[in-house]
């Protein structure tokens, strides 16, 4: 089993930025790329952001290509959302998963193991 816990939600004003993280334990070996959701009030679960731990290839929703960048430490085991030009229409829940995927997907049936998610509030 893989255990994720994300940090760094909050408010802020619209052009604004904030770095979400993943902290990820257990056994983590068996995961192989991560990535980053994102479900506001009355939608489906989003895909934002995925990365393969491969070759570190990324991919991004066209919502946020520019704006958001993924990474992760591997010492450190955690994983990273890094967001930049917040706009309100980026307001929601946002969380983290990993899967046993070599390739990065955007899409949630990909993935094994999710976490709880911060809010994230992005206010005109």
């Known amino acids: 089993l893989v255990q994720l816990v994300e940090s760094g939600g909050g408010s802020v004003l619209s052009g604004g930025s904030l770095r979400l993280s993943c902290a990820a334990s257990g056994s983590t070996s068996s995961t192989y790329s991560m990535g980053w959701f994102r479900q506001a009030p009355g939608k489906d679960r989003e895909g934002v952001a995925s990365l393969s731990f491969l070759d570190l290839c990324a991919f991004y929703a066209d919502s946020v290509q520019g704006r958001f960048t993924i990474s992760h430490d591997r010492a450190e085991n955690t994983l990273y959302l890094l967001m930049h030009s917040l706009t309100p229409e980026d307001t929601a829940m946002y969380c983290c998963?990993?899967?046993?995927?070599?390739?990065?997907?955007?899409?949630?049936?990909?993935?094994?193991?999710w976490g709880q998610g911060p809010q994230v509030t992005v206010s005109s």
């Open positions: 998963a990993a899967s046993w995927r070599l390739w990065p997907s955007l899409r949630p049936v990909t993935f094994t193991y």
